[in-house]
């Protein structure tokens, strides 16, 4: 526990930053461009390179390349040196050539990913997505570049890389406001605006990998181009990667079918004449706030478990997976826990904090913030599900996260037809975070029992309930006293930006030291030792 916990930390911490500084870029660029249609084609161009990104190498990286480099380094000769320049290698070849099919296909990409556009939509939609895939080949360099660092145990460099590329897209984002006349008028923006907007978006990227390239080469590692690729396993990899494709694809395919529902959602408020309502850029926001609490807590313990997982493995230690296991989900689930719950309590108003400037109104910050509170429901059973996958991945095994990755998208899409067609536009994206929801218990459930007999013994059910279940227990009082905040200062001072502060500072500032008392009475041993981590490196 305290090794994870110390690893974790060091990553928590750059985390934590890159999401802040995330949190200020995001609002930046919805104060610029809004979240109604040119908001709605920036998102949508936006999400592009990550969906290929995901399908082509995303994916492998975490279930495929991180252990193989591990296997390599523990059998080869040269501790694996050759096999990572090899790897290198492969990447950014095939990683140029994609790059510049996507720019050549951005058209029917965009089409692909988008339902009722209108054809102005279409047209910067497209022009933005071409500014923006060729970032794909930067984004996977440093993507490989992280998980050779992440096998030597180096987590702080790719935890601190994307804050410099928030700050270059900060600086984009400001530019733009204070440069373009156009604001969130998608009949407005000009040629040089959507330049500004797309390569800048290009130019974080850029620089992130470029710190995550001299990171790796500062603790040894050499880079010179080998193409002896008999010798790169790709059959190997190729195996493995054939079910992690297939994870990436259905995923991706589940994502796609969400874009098309939201940006149809817009469609269906248009021809109704009821107003703005959630679209696609409202869904993104809130997910990219949801994934806060994941990202600096959960993504930080992943990170430092799937190597040692995978390292245990080889060694035939199934007792120090269970533990490595139960303890990362109990260790995550002390933040989450509350987070979830007031999320679903503060949603709006932290929205409302966030976005509610420039081309974004207070109803749309509102809008989105209850889709973020549908979304915190979701924040453990996505949390948890993530952990099991990597027991899965330690053992080299991607048929199983795949055929249950096909379940959700059955659960998720299914459900999400029901709902568009079912509901009023205004709740639509509402519904899809429902989906979603669903979609992760369910595959949460499946994946726990495969799991189970997967390490021999079970993943200890019951000690995990039984520390969720004191977890849920020790954050209730901070959900209430939340709630009250919340219906307070919205009876004296309305809904507004200032107004929405003094929520999150009494509501969820209170509730969370609440919570920590709590569960320190109730003994919670992780609250412990994360207190205890911070307490010591404070009196330093």
Not at 184 to 189: E, K, L, Q, R, T
Not at 260 to 267: H, I, K, Q, V
Not at 353 to 358: K, P
Not at 476 to 481: H, L
Request: aromatic fraction near 8%; charge should be positive; glycine fraction near 10%.
């Amino acid at each position: 526990m305290s090794r994870m916990l110390r690893a974790s930390a060091i990553m928590a911490a750059g985390t934590m930053v890159s999401r802040l500084t995330g949190f200020v870029r995001t609002a930046v660029l919805a104060s610029a461009i809004g979240v109604a249609a040119l908001g709605d084609a920036y998102n949508v161009a936006y999400t592009i390179p990550f969906i290929l990104f995901d399908l082509l190498i995303g994916g492998v990286l975490s279930s495929v390349i991180v252990p193989m480099i591990v296997k390599a380094q523990k059998f080869d000769a040269d501790g694996g040196r050759a096999y990572e320049q090899r790897l290198m290698t492969v990447a950014t070849m095939a990683l140029l050539a994609i790059a510049a099919l996507g720019v050549l296909c951005a058209p029917l990409l965009i089409e692909l990913l988008t339902t009722d556009l209108t054809p102005r939509g279409a047209d910067v939609a497209t022009t933005l997505a071409r500014y923006i895939l060729p970032q794909i080949a930067f984004f996977g360099i440093g993507a490989i570049a992280g998980a050779i660092l992440n096998t030597r145990d180096r987590y702080a460099a790719p935890m601190w890389a994307p804050v410099l590329n928030n700050l270059i897209v900060i600086t984009v984002g400001l530019l733009y406001l204070f440069a373009s006349r156009a604001g969130g008028d998608i009949d407005a923006v000009t040629s040089s605006d959507l330049l500004l907007l797309g390569l800048g978006t290009t130019a974080g990227i850029v620089i992130q990998s470029v710190v995550l390239v001299i990171a790796v080469h500062r603790v040894g590692f050499r880079f010179v181009p080998r193409f002896d690729l008999r010798n790169a396993r790709l059959g190997e990899m190729g195996r493995a990667g054939v079910w992690t494709l297939a994870f990436v694809v259905l995923n991706q395919t589940g994502y796609i079918i969400t874009t098309n529902l939201a940006t149809g959602a817009t469609g269906k408020a248009a021809e109704q004449g009821t107003g703005n309502v959630a679209g696609i850029a409202s869904y993104s926001y809130a997910f990219q706030l949801f994934q806060l609490p994941y990202g600096i807590i959960a993504v930080s313990v992943i990170t430092a478990m799937l190597p040692r997982m995978s390292r245990y493995v080889h060694e035939g230690r199934f007792d120090a997976i269970r533990d490595e296991f139960a303890s990362g989900v109990r260790l995550v689930a002390s933040v989450i826990v509350p987070a979830g719950l007031l999320l679903m309590v503060l949603g709006p108003a932290v929205t409302v904090l966030i976005f509610a400037h420039g081309s974004t109104s207070v109803d749309d910050a509102v809008n989105m913030g209850n889709v973020l509170q549908v979304f915190g429901l979701a924040l453990v059973p996505f949390s948890v599900y993530q952990l099991l996958l990597r027991v899965f991945y330690s053992f080299g095994d991607t048929r199983t996260p795949a055929l249950i990755a096909g379940g959700n998208v059955l659960v998720n899409a299914a459900l999400s037809f029901i709902l568009y067609f079912t509901l009023p536009p205004h709740l639509i994206v509402m519904g899809l975070a429902l989906s979603f929801t669903a979609a992760y218990v369910v595959g949460g459930a499946v994946a726990w029992r495969l799991a189970s007999r997967k390490v021999g013994g079970g993943l200890g059910g019951r000690i995990v309930a039984s520390g969720l279940s004191r977890m849920y227990v020790a954050a209730i009082p901070a959900a209430v006293i939340a709630l009250i905040a919340l219906w307070a200062t919205k009876q004296l001072a309305g809904v507004t930006p200032l107004s929405s502060g003094i929520m999150l500072v009494t509501g969820g500032g209170l509730g969370m030291l609440i919570y920590l008392v709590t569960s320190q009475r109730m003994r919670i041993a992780e609250i412990s030792s994360i207190i205890g981590l911070v307490a010591g490196r404070v009196g330093r």
